[in-house]
Every structure is written in C-alpha cells, then in structure tokens.
C-alpha cells in the first residue's frame, strides 16, 4: 500500500508535473487540438470533481495526483519547465530536459545518492551525497535512462576549501552556493562564474561566513527572480541579489557611490532589518515575491513586487526603509495554525491545521496591492482589501478527512509556476 502522495497544480506545458507516457498524463506540448485539450480538461475536472473552483486562485491546471511512493517521496528541485523526484529509490526528472519522454531516470555513480537539484528554468545540475556537483549528461533518444557524470567545470572538489550542501540559482544567473558545514554561502553574480571558479582565479563576487563565536548556522536557502532569501539557525531573514529595484530584499538602499559598489553591497547576504527581533522558522521565494513564517504567533509576511507593477509590501517605517506585510487573519481562539509556507506564482501557498477537527487544509492568499497589508494589528483598517488566504479543494482532501488513517501533516512545496502538495501516511 502507498505510504507517501505528491499532488500538484499549476502549469504543466512540458509534463514536468505529470511525466509523458505517465498513466492519466497529458501528451506533451501542442500535440493536441484545442477541441481535444478541452475534452480532456472536462474529463479531468469530472473525475476530480472539484478541480474547477481552483480557477480562481490563477492556476493554469487543477490539483492531481501526480506520484506515489511505497516509502519515500520527495522533491529535490523544481523549476519552470523541469522537476526532480525521488521516488523510493528512483530519481525520476520530469519536463523539458526529459526529451521526448517527458520523463527519465537519473542513475548515480556507485555509493551515491542526489541531495538536490540546482537551475531556474530547465535543470542544470544535482548536488550528491558525497558534496560533489554533477552534470547531467543529456539522455539519448527514446531512452528510459539518464546518467548522471562529473563534468570538468562542474568538479569543484578544489574549487572549494569545503564540500557543498546546495546551490542555488535565480532567474537572473545569479549562483548561490551553501556549504557542508552551512556557517558560509558564495555569491556569484553569473553562472559562468559559478562554472569557472578554481582556487588559483576565484571567480565568486563575495562571500558571507560565520565565525564559530558567531553560533549560527543557515537553515535553508531559495531562490527566486533576482534575489536570495536564507533563514539561520538564530530565526534572522537574511537577504541579498540584484540591485533592490523592486523592494525584493526589503533593506535600505545603499547610498550612491556606483554601480559597482551597488551591485557588492546587493549581493552581500545581509540580515533584513524590518524583521530584526521576530523569530521566523519557514522561508519562501519566487519571482519577485519573499514570505516568511514565524515561530510564535504563525503569522505570514510578505514582500516584493508584482507582475504589472504592484509593490507587495508594508508600511513605510521611519527609517526610510520598509516593513513586511503581515498576513494574521487566524486569531488565536479560532484554532487554525499555519504549519508550511511557500510562494508560486504570485501566490503564497500555505498549509493550515484546524485543532478542533484535527484536519490540514491547503490554503491560498495572493498578494494585494502596495498599502493594503496593514501590520499594526491593533489599529487595523477592518476594510482594508488585505491578502486572506482562501482554501484550495483537491483530491488530497480524500485522504487528510479519511477518520480511520492518520498522516502526518501535510508539506507544501512551491515552484515558479506550480504548488505541489506531499502527504504521508504516519504508521
């Protein structure tokens, strides 16, 4: 019987959600006319009952089911047109760089197994247990296999004085690489400088690191359009990237002495200031949009900017920086509890638990326009047109409202255009 479910909504234009040849997958690209596209999404809408009503979240594609393990599921990277999966112990690459498949597995060298993936748009990498990167050689035609092997730019087994945990990658080039030891992450401010560094003509652009009395480590890090968001074992926000031109990094702008001295003082990982003294435990990112989750009261900020314009930020503080908004529209006697963040989209995707059933819903809020997220609680505008977060019907709802099983609760992960939903059944 299956143990763990990965469901997913969103865009799905190269099956990197579905897999092609997967049962109940879509043919990949335009393969299909439009009345037979829309034969099919009526088809899927009736067996999913409810897929209709995600609509009007901005979803491309209902909720489904897109994978099951007897064991272990998990996703190690995603990204606009591509999605890695481990699948018990299979890797399993979806979307565009699976040729026409749609869907091939990675075979790793002997005693290894892949940590992460790394790329924005197509997969560019994976990341190994033994703090290797490797490439991906490309996979022959009609093949059912792709093997992974270490390509000469990618051997940084000198280019670093210490293995690697994660890289990494915004949609801009940008390269982050977080190390083993998680106490330094390197900043390069092109992927052919990622690709070219060696010890003897670094290539990095800067380099954050924690000294031991500091006692701290970074918890995780993500990627998004232009900029980087990390979360440290301390519960601080750090951020860096390009240039803050659309309040991405949420930290003053540094006085003007260049554009080189601009773009160091962006790509320097840097503690955000309007979150100084609020312990955060989630972080997440995509496009221009960053949300964090905090530790006490489970409130959700949020900032950045919108496609089109709108800047998705708090009240300007007297500093001449900026707050975050804050989405609270759970009081505490109402029982509901935010477990997991993430943002895909241009919506923040979030798991809420009701105490009084017990049950973990999917939830969506998508950001409003700059002023209508108000942080002051106690001088709140009521009618103020805030983010609230609605809930998202899928077929995972079948599965958590089920009285005689229990699962675990459930985890949500955000791509730039897809949210994936992973549940678990808790023996």
């Not at 051997?155 to 293995?163: V, W």
């Not at 300007?316 to 895909?344: R, Y």
């Not at 002051?376 to 019907?393: I, L, P, T």
Request: some cysteine; aromatic content about 8%; glycine content about 10%.
């Amino acid at each position: 019987m299956p143990r763990t479910w990965l469901f997913a909504l969103g865009l799905d234009l190269f099956s990197q959600l579905s897999g092609a040849g997967s049962a109940g997958s879509r043919p990949v690209g335009n393969s299909t006319s439009d009345d037979d596209a829309s034969n099919e999404k009526e088809k899927e809408e009736e067996q999913r009952g409810n897929g209709t009503e995600n609509t009007k979240s901005g979803y491309i594609d209902p909720p489904r089911m897109i994978a099951v393990g007897q064991d272990l599921l998990r996703i190690l990277w995603a990204g606009w047109n591509d999605t890695l999966l481990q699948i018990d112990d299979i890797f399993e690459l979806r979307g565009f760089s699976a040729g026409s498949r749609g869907s091939v597995q990675l075979l790793c060298p002997p005693g290894i197994s892949i940590v992460s993936g790394f790329g924005w748009t197509e997969l560019q990498g994976v990341v190994c247990s033994d703090g290797e990167i490797y490439s991906i050689a490309p996979p022959p035609t009609d093949a059912e296999y792709s093997y992974l092997t270490i390509a000469p730019e990618f051997d940084i087994s000198d280019a670093f004085s210490q293995s690697v945990q994660h890289v990494s990658v915004a949609g801009n080039g940008l390269v982050s690489v977080l190390h083993a030891d998680r106490t330094s992450v390197t900043v390069f401010d092109s992927y052919a400088s990622f690709k070219n560094h060696t010890p003897s003509k670094p290539t990095h652009k800067t380099r954050k690191e924690f000294k031991p009395h500091h006692r701290r480590t970074f918890i995780s890090v993500r990627s998004a359009e232009s900029h980087f968001v990390a979360l440290d074992s301390n519960g601080c926000v750090w951020s860096w990237g390009a240039p803050n031109l659309h309040g991405e990094l949420l930290r003053p702008t540094p006085a003007n002495r260049g554009a080189d001295h601009a773009q160091l003082q962006s790509l320097t990982p840097r503690i955000v200031p309007a979150l100084e003294g609020i312990q955060m435990i989630q972080i997440a990112a995509n496009g221009w949009v960053t949300a964090c989750l905090s530790g006490d009261t489970r409130d959700v900020y949020i900032w950045g900017w919108m496609a089109g314009g709108a800047r998705v930020v708090g009240m300007p503080a007297t500093s001449g920086g900026e707050l975050a908004g804050i989405i609270d529209q759970f009081d505490e006697e109402e029982n509901m509890t935010v477990d997991c963040i993430g943002v895909a989209n241009g919506a923040v995707a979030t798991t809420i638990e009701d105490a009084q059933t017990g049950i973990t819903s999917l939830y969506v809020a998508r950001p409003p326009v700059e002023g209508s997220l108000v942080n002051d609680r106690e001088n709140r505008d009521e009618d103020a047109d805030g983010a609230r977060f609605e809930k998202v019907r899928g077929p995972w709802d079948a599965l958590l409202e089920a009285v005689d099983e229990v699962y675990r609760r459930p985890y949500v992960y955000c791509s730039p255009a897809a949210t994936f939903v992973i549940i678990a059944r808790d023996y």
